[in-house]
């Protein structure tokens, strides 16, 4: 992935997979809480509220952006860079993880996954290849200061990464 319009179009192919897996689970498989850290409801949300901040972050007026202060880094390398860390900080997560049990719908989470997709989707073209490299956006816990192209790259991987985890919770 090499330029805004990939990584645009990754990103919706990937939302529209998420979405696919409502087809394939009921509110009892939504609420099963397995072994691993999440639920796929808890995990709906951690994605939701993520792709949600992307949309925002993405959407901030420049007046509240700070210029770059590094080359933004491809694609490949936020994946290798997210992949060593996490497996450093393999409980990063675990803290967003539900300590009481709640009862998720389907209909309500996928409605408001729907829209946080639409929000980060409609907020990628308003940058051009030089902006993105040229502002950042946000400054992750793992992988520090991004610029606009690397947190779109960044939820392209994030967003696949969970798109794996949930098809097998979905199973």
């Keep these: 992935m090499t330029d805004l319009n990939a990584a645009h179009q990754a990103l919706a192919e990937a939302f ?3 979405e696919a897996l409502f087809t394939q689970v009921n509110d009892e498989k939504i609420n099963a809480k397995p072994t ?3 639920s796929f409801g808890e995990e709906m949300v951690h994605l939701t509220m993520s792709t949600n901040g992307t949309g925002m972050l993405l959407s901030s007026p420049e007046e509240r952006l ?3 202060d590094h080359p933004s880094r491809s694609y490949d390398e936020i994946v290798k ?3 060593e860390k ?3 900080n393999p409980t990063i997560g675990q803290s967003i993880a539900d300590k009481e049990l709640r009862q ?3 209909t309500a989470l996928q409605q408001n996954f729907v829209a946080a997709t639409q929000a980060a989707l409609n907020a990628i073209p308003r ?3 030089s902006k993105a490299d040229e502002w950042m956006v946000w400054k992750h816990p793992l992988l520090g200061k991004m610029t606009a192209r690397e947190m779109i790259y960044f939820t392209v991987y994030h967003t696949r990464h969970h798109l794996a985890t949930l098809s097998a919770k979905a199973g």
């Design 86 to 88: 996490l497996a450093l």
């Design 127 to 129: 940058w051009t290849e």
């Design 16 to 18: 529209s997979a998420v």
């Design 36 to 38: 691993e850290k999440w």
């Design 66 to 68: 700070i210029p770059s």
């Design 81 to 83: 860079e997210y992949r």
């Design 104 to 106: 998720y719908t389907g």
